[in-house]
């Protein structure tokens, strides 16, 4: 009896499921910001680098909210004002 490997990333992006490859998108995109912004300072990550206001900050809350909106918005089939918290 031989055990099956784990699928390669291009492998799992040609066939698993939807909800199963979009999860794993969110987790990878999730990781590679923790990783770019591992080490910095508070104050490092708070400091406006462009012209516009973005900030290494806001970008951690953007993908920490983003996703789960898209969920419950899109997927769930609900709109912004029936969604909570």
Request: glycine share 8%; charged share 25%; with cysteine.
């Amino acid at each position: 009896m031989t055990t099956a490997r784990p699928l390669d990333s291009e492998e799992l992006a040609s066939t698993a499921p939807e909800r199963e490859l979009l999860e794993a998108f969110i987790d990878a995109y999730r990781d590679v910001v923790i990783a770019k912004l591992r080490g910095l300072s508070e104050d490092d990550a708070r400091r406006g680098l462009v012209p516009s206001l973005t900030t290494l900050i806001g970008l951690v809350k953007h993908a920490a909210v983003n996703p789960l909106e898209s969920w419950r918005t899109r997927l769930c089939g609900l709109v912004l004002q029936d969604v909570g918290g």
